[in-house]
């Protein structure tokens, strides 16, 4: 009798565990479904990614300065090679960009903007589209200033520079756009950036560019990935969300950040240097 008691109890037992599984499992599966749910939701905003170029041999003449020309490497001070470093950190950028999807890849014509992002359109089988306003030009906080004064001069600035070529092996990896085939022209202000306010709207003409191109391509493409400079990112950065980022450091050579376009139209940083933001 005492045996049979014991049996019953413990079948009672088990069917109770079942239940209780079964239950727990029904609430997971609610709370997976509403997970997934939220991550469809999130991929539907409109996503702008920024990747900076790895380390040049002009981003370390300065700490080179020190010592005799006669001992520099090579690529000191040449825009046209990437440092130790730098090459390392290229060899990096396939496996950090592959994290995410990109609908759309818009490159600076600059040599180490478009090698830094070159092993990872050979991985992807992507082509990445020249934007000459993508290039390298000085800006600060000043050009998100409601009193920054309007740019005024007889010169041109978008499309009056120099003709952009792809080299035959850059063809493969790289398109022209045909209303970006010419650099801009840099306006002219003192090299000590004594007439910021000046430059800084000078350099808005260019940034505005982006931002339309930007929104231009917003209706076909929701990840967008941008490939250029530490300022002009930036710049470009605090054009999209409206804040000065006091505070923020530079970014890094190949420091990827993020934003997301909100309900109300405007841009959130979601990422900054490789590192998520709340």
Request: charged share 25%.
């Amino acid at each position: 009798m005492k045996k049979l008691l014991f049996i019953l109890l413990v079948g009672i037992g088990t069917l109770l565990l079942v239940s209780m599984i079964s239950k727990n499992h029904t609430t997971d599966n609610s709370i997976n479904k509403e997970i997934v749910k939220n991550n469809k939701t999130t991929d539907s905003k409109f996503r702008i990614y920024y990747i900076r170029h790895a380390e040049g041999g002009h981003n370390v003449k300065k700490e080179w300065s020190i010592y005799p020309e006669s001992e520099w490497p090579s690529y000191v001070g040449n825009h046209l090679a990437f440092t130790p470093k730098g090459i390392m950190q290229q060899s990096r950028v396939p496996n950090k960009l592959n994290r995410f999807h990109f609908d759309f890849v818009a490159v600076s014509p600059a040599w180490r903007c478009k090698n830094t992002l070159l092993p990872y359109l050979e991985e992807s089988k992507v082509k990445g589209e020249i934007w000459p306003e993508l290039a390298e030009i000085y800006a600060t906080k000043l050009i998100i200033s409601p009193d920054l004064p309007k740019y005024v001069s007889k010169e041109k600035i978008l499309g009056a520079g120099d003709a952009i070529t792809l080299l035959a092996e850059e063809e493969p990896y790289f398109t022209l756009r045909k209303d970006g085939l010419n650099e801009f022209k840099k306006a002219r202000f003192p090299r000590d950036h004594s007439e910021s306010a000046k430059e800084n709207a000078a350099s808005k003409v260019i940034f505005d560019r982006v931002l339309k191109l930007i929104d231009n391509r917003s209706e076909s493409f929701k990840t967008i990935l941008l490939s250029g400079h530490g300022s002009s990112g930036k710049a470009i950065l605090r054009m999209l969300t409206n804040d000065p980022l006091n505070g923020f450091p530079p970014i890094t050579n190949t420091g990827v950040w993020m934003v997301e376009q909100q309900d109300n139209g405007t841009f959130k940083l979601k990422m900054f240097n490789d590192v998520p933001l709340q």
